[in-house]
């Protein structure tokens, strides 16, 4: 609220001295930024309910309709309303019952999301399977290349990764570095985070050069995003430095 504008300056300075003096800038850009989120949730709900509605009268709809809930229930979870998102994933889910969508890219965007909360419950083995089995939709459904396939990939190698499955987490982790749309899906944080945990299980199983060259991409990445500050960020640093001395002493 303290940097909004108006047309007419002492007007601004006094709404924002009766702010100040009042509730304070904390409590009313909270209130503010509640009521937007809360205006956002209902529009996302309401707009997949209304897709399903729609679904009913015209089924060539219905599969728009689950990938309207899978999509609420995604942005729900990582915005951390867990409770909004299992909701939308069940109403999805009744959705791909009632209309029969069982082979469809939309099931394995809703079986992603089952995934999803899985893994926040700590369920990684269960998360695993729902992951494998959306990739096998999309496999069946012609889609092997698709960005969906390359993000469970993706999804799979974190879990396998977390099991101590390295070997597979490795092959999973490759899988989603070589489909096509790979650039478009590894060009964010979540890629830089991939390529890294990927440069790491390379290292630890002594494959330098392709560990160095997976590492390398990350930090690329980093640069091109302005994320070069992200958590991991030392760490990256430092195993490359390491590796690039490795390599110099062969």
């Known amino acids: ?16 001295g009766i702010v100040q003096e009042g509730v304070g800038f904390a409590t009313l850009n909270k209130a503010v930024r509640e009521e937007i989120q809360k205006w956002f949730a209902k529009v996302l709900v309401e707009g997949a309910r209304s897709l399903l509605e729609v679904a009913r009268r015209e089924p060539a709809q219905a599969s728009a309709a689950v990938e309207a809930f899978a999509h609420s229930a995604h942005t ?10 299992a909701e939308m994933f069940e109403e999805g889910q009744q959705a791909v019952e009632e209309h029969r969508l069982h082979d469809t890219m939309a099931f394995a965007l809703l079986l992603r999301i089952r995934g999803v909360l899985a893994s926040q419950r700590g369920e990684h083995a269960q998360s695993l399977m729902h992951y494998v089995h959306a990739a096998q939709v999309c496999e069946a459904a012609g889609q092997r290349e698709s960005e969906l396939a390359a993000v ?11 099991l101590g499955r390295f070997e597979e987490a490795k092959a999973s982790y490759r899988r989603c570095r070589s489909t096509r749309v790979a650039m478009c899906t590894l060009m964010s944080e979540k890629g830089a985070l991939l390529l890294t945990n990927l440069g790491s299980l390379l290292t630890e199983s002594g494959e ?16 091109a995003i302005g994320a070069e500050e992200l958590p ?12 690039h001395e490795r390599r110099g002493e062969e």
Do not use: K, P
């Not at 609220?1 to 924002?16: G, K, P, R």
């Not at 469970?152 to 977390?162: K, T």
């Not at 760490?235 to 390491?242: A, E, S």
């Open 1 to 16: 609220v303290q940097t909004a504008q108006a047309s007419v300056a002492e007007d601004l300075h006094s709404i924002l």
């Open 76 to 85: 729900f979870l990582t915005q951390g309303w867990q409770d909004r998102g």
């Open 152 to 162: 469970l990939a993706m999804n799979a190698g974190n879990m396998q990764r977390e």
């Open 208 to 223: 330098l050069d392709e560990a160095l060259h997976a590492l390398d991409e990350a930090a690329q990445i980093r640069v």
């Open 232 to 243: 991991d960020a030392a760490f990256l640093l430092d195993v490359r430095g390491v590796l």
